[in-house]
């Protein structure tokens, strides 16, 4: 786990070797490199180039240059990078028309003391018969944003399940899992999927990512218990270094909580509906 003072050179090379890991092409374009999905999967974004600090800092127009190309190959407009490492990134991003969100960084504390193991929240395998609800249940959770209960809730997960598209994302999941490119967790209660996650391990740093509630069972504490058994079976695997970014200040109080601690500030820039 990250022992140094300062956390952020080893959490740059980990973004810039996920995408590559994850099956991207990466097009360089000198400060700022785009990672492009190669086949099935989510797409990518643009980021820093590994060790790139332009004298001038990033300028719109190498912004622009990116957007172009994303423009080209019709992805998604959208830019991630960490605020400290990049300072002049935001600005040129702004001033390109994108809209920028940030977001607290943080990495677990190699002393913090671990929650006790949730009854509701396991581990899923590759060919569990709950990992096509497990990986719908993030895309409702982030349809209907914040913390509040609310709708969906079972029925409209029950709908979801039956859209092909839930059947492709189980398939790729499924994929990463068996060659250890991820590993998902759930809280299941009466045979319904409430809340999931993942991590995305690269060498010994793995990012807690994608953890979402259904809205009719927020409250609960279900995202926290599901973020502990993914750091969990991080360490167990040998992860060093857990790290994830959180929505906003109230939810990084809450992971707070299971030791983790802000070290910076992640930046997404993407452009305004």
Do not use: K, N
């Not at 086949?39 to 990033?58: E, H, K, N, Q, V």
């Amino acid at each position: 786990m990250i022992t140094t003072s300062d956390p952020l050179p080893e959490l740059e090379r980990y973004y810039d070797a996920a995408p590559r890991a994850g099956g991207a092409r990466a097009e360089d374009f000198g400060p700022l490199t785009l990672f492009v999905q190669e086949g099935d999967g989510w797409p990518y974004y643009a980021r820093p180039a590994l060790g790139a600090a332009p004298a001038g800092g990033i300028t719109v127009a190498d912004v622009e240059r990116v957007l172009a190309r994303q423009r080209e190959l019709r992805i998604p407009e959208a830019f991630e990078w960490v605020a400290e490492t990049t300072p002049s990134l935001r600005a040129a991003a702004e001033a390109a028309g994108l809209s920028v969100h940030a977001h607290p960084l943080m990495v677990l504390d190699p002393a913090a003391v671990r929650l006790p193991a949730h009854p509701d929240v396991r581990v899923l395998g590759a060919a569990d018969p709950l990992l096509r609800p497990a990986v719908t249940v993030p895309m409702l959770a982030f349809a209907a944003p914040g913390t509040a209960v609310g709708e969906p809730g079972p029925a409209e997960l029950a709908a979801a399940e039956r859209d092909p598209a839930s059947e492709g994302r189980r398939i790729r999941v499924a994929g990463m899992i068996e060659s250890g490119r991820t590993a998902l967790a759930a809280a299941v209660r009466d045979g319904v999927v409430l809340c999931s996650g993942q991590y995305v391990p690269v060498g010994d740093v793995a990012e807690v990512v994608g953890v979402g509630t259904l809205p009719s069972a927020r409250r609960q504490g279900l995202a926290l218990a599901v973020t502990a058994a993914l750091v969990a079976d991080a360490l167990a695997r040998g992860a060093r270094t857990v790290f994830l970014s959180a929505g906003d200040e109230d939810v990084a109080r809450l992971y707070a909580r299971l030791g983790f601690r802000s070290v910076g500030t992640a930046l997404i820039a993407d452009r305004p509906l």
